[in-house]
């Protein structure tokens, strides 16, 4: 195993909930991460004072074939309902590995608090998906806390034909008071709302605040975007890499009651922003490679605020 991310100290492998496989990277500072192997899902973030800061539903059920409510699902390979796979495609309730020798990184990130997780086709999968593919996930804990999360996505396929999928980290932010909360870097950009059917829109308004139900799928949107926790005084900083749009989730409460994995008031209380590629799905030929990655970091709102204004900062990295 010459994976950097071995180090006891900061990545201990234990039973979570229902026995399942759970790995928590942990940083000096005190900041920490859990992650399942079933759905190759971070399930919690947690900042230095031990605050969490990813939501996961009290509902949530941690049992096979129902994907985890909450933390950081993978949606591969089909995001949604956008194609014939279910919901969200399946990589979400599947049982990933520990990759053992994961190929280098070209950025190396100094951090050893990181694990390398793999997902391959399994005989069962490509009866309804009929494609090869190796998914390796790296994520990793930061000296001050971030949390980044790249995948790796390689078309292994041997019958010589490409295969075409779309993907989100459907991340669920924790905050105290969905209608105190601001997302910044989306406005005035096109957006698809599912809410009536895919029809495509503009964003008008300075910023994004909510009042009922939203699902929306921003396009081309900056590689930063910012989500503002009022009562908390705390900023979400989201960076991202390879992945265009943006998904805004929040069911409200008509739909937090129909969903049985899901408490009828914790709607309050998260919101989903997800950096994806949904519009313009991603196309591999066989034995090319295809990397996204996100980053994602809290930081004091009063630190942030000047920082984040969107004329000086979203058109930059
Ligand atoms: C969002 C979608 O990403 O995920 C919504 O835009 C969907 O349409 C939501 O309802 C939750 O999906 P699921 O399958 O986890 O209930």
């Not at 799905?281 to 490679?289: T, V």
């Amino acid at each position: 195993m010459n994976s950097p991310c071995r180090e006891k100290l900061f990545v201990e492998h234990c039973k979570g909930v229902n026995g399942l496989e759970k790995v928590v990277l942990r940083e000096v500072r005190g900041c920490s991460a859990e992650i399942y192997l079933y759905g190759g899902q971070v399930t919690s973030w947690k900042n230095e004072y031990g605050e969490e800061l990813l939501f996961l539903s009290s509902k949530a059920t941690f049992t096979h074939p129902k994907p985890i409510r909450g933390g950081i699902p993978i949606c591969f390979p089909q995001f949604a309902n956008h194609g014939s796979l279910e919901k969200h495609g399946f990589a979400r309730s599947r049982v990933w590995s520990i990759d053992p020798d994961p190929p280098p990184f070209s950025a190396n990130s100094s951090s050893q608090a990181c694990v390398d997780l793999i997902l391959k086709h399994s005989e069962e999968e490509v009866k309804i998906w009929p494609h090869r593919y190796e998914f390796r996930l790296r994520i990793t804990l930061g000296p001050g806390g971030d949390l980044m999360l790249t995948s790796r996505i390689r078309n292994t396929n041997t019958d010589g034909k490409s295969f075409a999928f779309t993907f989100a980290y459907h991340t669920y932010f924790a905050v105290s008071d969905i209608s105190e909360v601001r997302v910044e870097g989306l406005e005035t950009l096109d957006y698809l709302d599912n809410l009536k059917d895919k029809e495509r829109f503009t964003e008008q308004g300075d910023a994004i605040t909510f009042e009922s139900e939203v699902d929306k799928v921003y396009l081309s949107t900056p590689t930063k975007i910012a989500i503002l926790d009022h009562e908390r005084k705390r900023t979400f900083v989201l960076r991202k890499d390879g992945l265009p749009d943006a998904v805004v989730w929040n069911p409200w409460d008509k739909k937090a009651k129909a969903m049985a994995d899901f408490g009828d008031d914790e709607y309050k209380h998260m919101l989903c922003v997800e950096a994806a590629c949904v519009e313009k799905p991603i196309i591999l030929k066989p034995g090319e490679e295809w990397r996204g990655r996100q980053e994602i970091s809290a930081v004091p709102s009063s630190y942030c605020s000047g920082q984040l204004d969107p004329k000086k900062v979203f058109q930059s990295d």
